[in-house]
């Protein structure tokens, strides 16, 4: 059998193979590995990665030496986030991923505007040139200086205009500001303009950081999710998304806690309106808007993305790895094996819903 026929049958079967691999004492189910290209009901599926990283040591550079280095990845070793495209062309290859649309975690946004302002031209040329060199295999988010959202604005029109870009990593939030804080409202009224994706991708929630010291790099796997779930809480309760109804926004690692357990927003303002502002009229209840939200499909376990799946919907799901960090290396794999989605869902998922979304072309 070819490996074309081969990933056809694993897409009708739900890509399952089970091995007697043990972990923990327990016996898990393994998808069988995808590798390009990769067909779900005999079609080629064009497989978008959405949660791609990389850096530019030029950009890091401005902050200085001491704080360059600090941005320094540190997990397994690995320096593949400082990107070299034929090397990051054969990770994805591996992995079953046509496309990766690259961004940069906002490491700038405690620095001087204009300092802010070259890290962000720094990155976005060169992810121009990159994305520009190889078009089918990469896209790209901005780089934003968000403590400056008149020129923020400027720039993802730029950014979207003039280099390619299919919107811009935002991070979770700009210093002490959330992202619904009407001065950023010129940045999402550009946004909705351009039709740009906005990726919320977290870093963290500083004020807990005593709490989440200990075993675990709880840092990382509380405060992450919690960082996106509080910005998307925030963009929901204070009237973002109805101010600005046609934003597109995504959220990393599944859109944090919020779709596990978003049925206790309908009855937060019910149940305590004192906590609740009587001037902001919501026009749906919260857990309505989550079908407006974009989410990746970073969750790690079949079940894990059919709950996803069944708050959010398949249409607002997309393929998401975290690469270079190698949270899930095999991310076409884990689409494979959710037996719950119908093979429609899992082209969805896996390249469909970002093509559509951000305009790529097949």
Not at 35 to 44: D, H, T
Not at 100 to 118: I, Q
Not at 243 to 249: A, H, N, R, S
């Amino acid at each position: 059998m070819n490996r074309r026929n081969f990933l056809g049958k694993a897409a009708v079967t739900g890509g399952m193979a089970f091995c007697s691999c043990n972990l923990f004492g327990t016996r898990v189910a393994k998808a069988a590995p995808a590798r390009l290209p990769v067909v779900v009901n005999g079609k080629r599926v064009k497989t978008i990665d959405v949660h791609s990283h990389c850096m530019f040591h030029e950009a890091n550079n401005l902050l200085g030496p001491q704080a360059a280095a600090q941005l320094e990845p540190n997990i397994n070793g690995t320096k593949e986030v400082f990107i070299a495209v034929e090397e990051r062309l054969k990770a994805m290859d591996s992995q079953a991923v046509d496309m990766e649309v690259l961004s940069v975690n906002p490491f700038w946004f405690t620095a001087d505007r204009d300092v802010a302002a070259k890290i962000c031209d720094i990155n976005n040329q060169k992810m121009a040139e990159i994305t520009h060199a190889h078009p089918d295999r990469f896209a790209a988010f901005a780089s934003l200086a968000l403590q400056d959202p008149q020129l923020a604005a400027q720039q993802l029109e730029k950014a979207m205009k003039t280099m390619g870009m299919k919107g811009a990593a935002i991070g979770d939030v700009v210093g002490d500001d959330e992202f619904s804080n009407p001065k950023f409202d010129p940045v999402w009224q550009k946004a909705e303009e351009l039709g740009a994706v906005l990726f919320i991708h977290p870093q963290g929630v500083p004020a807990l950081s005593k709490r989440l010291q200990g075993n675990g790099w709880l840092t990382n796997t509380v405060a992450y999710p919690l960082g996106t779930t509080i910005a998307l809480q925030h963009l929901i309760f204070d009237g973002t998304l109805d101010k600005f109804p046609g934003l597109k926004v995504l959220g990393a690692h599944g859109g944090g806690y919020l779709p596990s357990y978003a049925p206790r927003d309908d009855h937060a303002c019910s149940v305590a309106p004192v906590f609740c502002n009587p001037n902001i009229k919501l026009k749906k209840k919260p857990t309505e808007y989550l079908r407006q939200i974009y989410v990746d499909a970073l969750v790690f376990t079949p079940e894990a993305l059919r709950h996803l799946a069944a708050q959010v919907g398949p249409s607002q799901i997309m393929l998401g790895s975290d690469y270079p960090y190698p949270w899930e290396l095999h991310p076409v794999d884990a689409i494979m094996a959710t037996t719950s989605l119908s093979e429609k869902d899992r082209a969805a998922i896996l390249g469909g819903n970002a093509a559509r979304v951000m305009g790529i072309k097949g």
